[in-house]
């Protein structure tokens, strides 16, 4: 991130002008199955269950929401009401967790505490605040103990909320891909392979990379105009590292954040589970398709995984993967980038500061810890304030990447390894890499009530990996709302 360039255009104001004539172009994606809010409301049916389907081309017994993988899309407007009617078909118990969204960690909201068994039903509402964040979040399952496997099953999809990003002109004249990249690890006959334990705990990976659904779609670059591409991992363990070959792309935003401009990457991008990545691609160079690939990268376990001999079958991307081809295609509108985003809000200066240490301890179900701990569901292991701003320090003691998670909160990465972050991100994951620290800003904004932080490598935390935070009224009190 450090040699990051600035981008630089000239003349944009007067192409906003011109731009504000331009309807909205719909988005290009091959996910099916889409459920787009109406006056104010998004309503949808959601069924877990377990089902043979066909992905990238091989039969495949996968773990289904509405017999698709990856589930289908909704899309709202900040101020939306959401109602989620949602069954669960599958032989374990399930719940269901909206990764990223600012709403109420309690109730029938973002409540990660519930549990629905086998067979039964659950009812999820909430209202996304008016001033929420324009942003690609998710859903997936959040059964502590069972997080992993039914992730790794296929259980994740995407949501799209429409907010202020999504109203700038050229952002609004944008072509929009969504890109929902799982991993999967299946035998000939399609059916999943139950991890060893030595994967279970270096996080379980699988060769098979598909990119909704399906493998390596291609996308189109309008001519003089914009791609808007979004991308989510949706893997329990795997972090892809991407590159556009041959071609500049500029970050607008990380997971469900904006940035104030857009930043060209100058360094491959690099995703952890459950991070998200807003990009644009100007179609302003010569003709032709580019290739979008995910290399190998090493989450430090290179060590342990080194002489243990698997055979064919050794959990490794040793190759380079191809996400998606880019192509241009025909003019739709000449749209330039953008030359400013949204400014990002100014926080007050942090009046606690706090330490996280994460380590890994003997094998067994607490082999992962948070602070010499292992999570525990009815000890509360951190306690807030609303309406404060607190400084975390993330240290990572271990040599394996952790990338740290923090629900119904948002926050701002400033450091790294002591070193200010430029342009700092807001995002709801961040990785720390083996042995190195990351200090974040975290505001407590709006909600009460009890939820978690915990590694996004879903096995580190259905094994230990997770803390309890309580956010309470300033009086002390931790009222329900
Ligand atoms: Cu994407 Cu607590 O999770
Ligand atoms: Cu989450
Ligand atoms: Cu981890």
């Known amino acids: 991130m450090k040699r990051r360039q600035i981008l630089q255009y000239a003349g944009s104001s007067v192409a906003a002008i011109a ?5 909205k172009v719909p988005p290009e994606t091959d996910l099916v199955g889409r459920s787009v809010s109406q006056s104010g409301a998004l309503v949808v049916d959601l069924t877990a269950a377990e089902q043979t389907l066909t992905i990238s081309g091989q039969s495949a017994q996968l773990l289904t929401y509405n017999h698709q993988v990856p589930g289908p899309l909704w899309e709202m407007q900040a101020g939306d009401t959401v109602q989620v009617n949602f069954t669960n078909h599958l032989a374990d118990p399930t719940n269901l967790h909206f990764h990223g969204l600012h709403i109420p960690p309690t109730g029938r909201a973002d409540n990660v505490f519930l549990s629905v068994p086998p067979g039964e039903r659950q009812q999820y509402q909430f209202v996304i605040p008016p001033e929420h964040s324009g942003g690609l979040f998710w859903y997936h399952p959040h059964h502590h103990g069972l997080v992993a496997e039914q992730v790794f099953g296929g259980l ?7 907010g202020a990003v999504d109203q700038i002109p050229e952002i609004q004249a944008a072509a929009e891909s969504i890109l929902v990249l799982q991993d999967f690890d299946l035998s000939r006959r399609g059916r999943r392979r139950e991890p060893m334990p030595m994967f279970r705990r270096w996080g379980r990976q699988g060769d098979l990379i598909t990119v909704n659904g399906d493998r390596t779609p291609t996308l189109t670059i309008p001519q003089g105009g914009l791609l808007r591409l979004r991308l989510l991992n949706a893997s329990p363990s795997r972090i892809y590292q991407l590159r556009l070959n041959d071609h500049p792309w500029y970050l607008i935003g990380i997971d469900g954040g904006t940035l104030p401009e857009p930043v060209e990457l100058t360094e491959d991008l690099v995703l952890a589970p459950g991070n998200r990545a807003d990009v644009l691609v100007a179609g302003d160079r010569t003709p032709g398709a580019y290739s979008l690939v995910s290399l190998p990268y090493d989450r430090g376990i290179s060590d342990m995984m080194a002489g243990m001999g698997h055979g064919t079958h050794t959990h490794r991307q040793r190759a380079v993967v191809a ?7 025909e003019t739709i509108h000449t749209v330039p980038l953008p030359s400013t985003l949204l400014a990002s809000p100014v926080l007050a200066p942090p009046s606690r500061r706090r330490e996280f240490v994460l380590d890994h301890g003997i094998d067994g179900a607490q082999s992962f810890l948070i602070n010499g701990r292992g999570f525990a569901h009815d000890r509360i292991d951190t306690r807030v304030e609303l309406g404060t701003v ?3 320090r993330i240290i990572n003691n271990a040599g394996m990447d952790h990338p740290f998670h923090l629900h119904t909160n948002a926050f701002q990465v400033i450091r790294r390894n002591g070193e200010p972050v430029l342009l700092p991100a807001w995002q709801d994951v961040v990785n720390v890499k ?8 975290v505001p407590f904004n709006d909600y009460v009530g009890k939820t978690v932080y915990h ?4 096995d580190h935390e259905d094994q230990g990996m997770m803390g309890i935070i309580e956010m309470r009224q300033p009086n002390g009190h931790a009222r329900d709302i």
């Open 19 to 23: 731009l504000s004539r331009c309807s």
């Open 156 to 162: 994740a999809g995407p949501i799209i909320v429409r």
């Open 323 to 329: 996400i998606a081809h880019l192509q241009y295609g």
């Open 390 to 392: 607190e400084e975390w």
């Open 434 to 441: 083996a042995y190195a620290t990351v200090d974040i800003l």
């Open 455 to 458: 590694c996004h490598i879903l």
